[in-house]
């Protein structure tokens, strides 16, 4: 044949059956002689382009039907005919040993595009579902990611679950944190210095807003493209992905470079999760995207603003945890399995998953302001979350506290958590935001970090949705405010928090995503005419 694939494929009998055909096929008995004394058909060749698959430990099943119809001339004997007819039948009979993948099933040279090198045919409906049905091969996502704060990596996962449960098999869904599994050093230390930044603000803030003007962190990608490339596109063709979702700012330049070098862009359906709900780096914005997924109508204006379409821009919400669509038990329920008190209000303190900001001062202020002097009884109690600061779970427990008082570790079912209580207490991340507001929890923010979630205070506050505040006595004033004579302001946050909630939003990228690839994995149905 005249153009082979261009990736070396295991041979099978559908492969040796194409191999045997196409020789009989243009075989000179088969041609009418001109008399310059060559045939005077052409025959057209055949090749696999952009095969991107590679074959699984278990057959993967493609049902398709691969017809190939040639426009003949009157020189063409009907016995050429016949072997097309034989031709299309055992491609149809066989097809589905044929790993397509990607595969572009084409007639004619590769360089011509598709066009008989004699001008007699050319490829029709291209891109056009195969007689309407599409592969069954399973898709493969890739989800890029950094652990540079839990937000990310919790945005990942959501998305994951969300797939396996919308399409189980369909799909297979990977994360990488690309910068720290497939960067040399010093790239690879990404985490680490992130975390070292934000524990000095100034610097943090110097980085973040230094790197803002689009003339900087272009020019700074364009220098690092040149150190990591080559690893970065290894670690991409690793996963051979038809979805790519960047859930992190620093996730779109390099891979869409790379992208792009390789051809792969129509091939590849490339999107956006913003995991920042109002204030959000530039880098989050790229013209080159197939869809930029915005949790908000006000990071959607930046998406606009930053030079992408309107139609490459859906405003759905941040994407949570399946679960938390999911009804949870009563709260009376969900307060006995916790081990607290059924009949008191509670409220939930978070310190994230690493436990940080003031969580002891905040404990200590509301044990003293949700216990009454006069009645000698608790108002309310405090469920604590520490998350992995074990030092931090083992001085609360060590307290004589006045009021119900349960200290948690790292837990893996937040809904169940928040379900349990009337309120929380939280730094200004995104996630806990949207998950508070889907459970209809008024939120007290206690702290945020420069940059990204600066914008995260005014969303809650100015939406009626719960109260800023960095000292612990003023907070804890708050919280028994609202379990006493302020409890009309606590129901009225907790319903303009339910409005604000996006639930479904993880169901809605999923399905978006599912419709984009099943446009694009077609597998096509040429025809060459006279």
Not at 287 to 302: M, S
Not at 406 to 432: L, R, S, Y
Not at 448 to 454: D, K, T, W
Not at 484 to 509: H, T
Request: with cysteine; hydrophobic share 40%; net charge positive.
């Amino acid at each position: 044949m005249q153009n082979p694939s261009a990736v070396a494929q295991e041979p099978g009998p559908a492969f040796d059956l194409v191999t045997q055909l196409s020789h009989i096929a243009f075989n000179k008995s088969f041609y009418g002689s001109n008399s310059d004394g060559f045939g005077s058909f052409k025959p057209n060749s055949m090749y696999f382009s952009g095969f991107r698959g590679s074959v699984s430990h278990k057959r993967l099943r493609v049902t398709a039907a691969a017809s190939l119809s040639l426009g003949a001339r009157n020189s063409v004997s009907s016995s050429f005919r016949r072997l097309v007819n034989e031709f299309n039948r055992a491609i149809t009979f066989h097809c589905d040993r044929i790993p397509l993948g990607f595969a572009s099933f084409r007639v004619g040279s590769e360089d011509s595009n598709g066009v008989r090198e004699d001008g007699g045919g050319v490829v029709e409906a291209e891109g056009l579902p195969l007689n309407g049905v599409e592969t069954e091969t399973p898709k493969k996502v890739l989800i890029l990611m950094s652990d540079t704060g839990g937000g990310h990596r919790a945005s990942a996962e959501a998305i994951k679950a969300a797939f396996i449960e919308e399409f189980g098999d369909d799909y297979q869904v990977f994360v990488t944190d690309l910068w720290s599994d497939h960067t040399p050093w010093p790239f690879n230390q990404l985490p680490k210095s992130y975390n070292f930044l934000v524990k000095h603000g100034s610097l943090w803030r110097m980085t973040y807003y230094g790197t803002a003007p689009r003339v900087i962190h272009q020019s700074n990608f364009a220098a690092t493209s040149t150190f990591i490339a080559r690893e970065v596109a290894k670690g991409l063709m690793k996963y051979q992905p038809d979805i790519i979702i960047s859930v992190h700012p620093l996730m779109q330049h390099v891979p869409l470079r790379i992208l792009r070098a390789k051809g792969l862009l129509k091939k590849i359906v490339f999107t956006t999760v913003v995991t920042d709900l109002s204030t959000c780096h530039p880098t989050w914005f790229h013209k080159l995207v197939t869809r930029c997924y915005c949790p908000t109508a006000e990071v959607a204006k930046r998406a606009l603003k930053a030079g992408l379409q309107p139609s490459q821009i859906k405003v759905y919400g941040l994407p949570v945890r399946p679960s938390f669509v999911k009804p949870v038990q009563p709260k009376i329920e969900l307060r006995r399995e916790l081990g607290m008190d059924e009949g008191l209000h509670a409220v939930l303190l978070m310190g994230g998953g690493e436990g940080m900001g003031p969580i002891e001062a905040t404990a200590r202020a509301l044990g003293n302001a949700l216990y009454d002097e006069n009645l000698g009884e608790p108002i309310g109690q405090i469920l604590v979350i520490c998350g992995r600061n074990k030092k931090l779970a083992s001085k609360l427990l060590s307290i004589d506290w006045k009021i119900p008082v349960q200290v948690k570790g790292f837990v893996n079912k937040m809904e169940e958590c928040m379900g349990a209580c009337d309120c929380i207490i939280t730094k200004a991340g995104p996630g806990t935001i949207a998950e508070a507001m889907i459970r209809g929890l008024p939120i007290i923010l206690n702290g945020y970090i420069a940059g990204q979630e600066v914008g995260n205070v005014p969303y809650v506050v100015d939406n009626g949705c719960g109260k800023f505040s960095k000292s612990p006595k003023e907070i804890a004033n708050i919280v028994a405010e609202w379990f006493g004579p302020k409890a009309d302001e606590l129901k009225a946050m907790s319903e303009n928090a339910l409005k604000l909630a996006r639930p479904d939003a993880v169901f809605k990228i999923v399905h978006d995503l599912h419709e984009l690839v099943r446009q694009r994995n077609f597998v096509p149905q040429f025809s060459c005419t006279t």
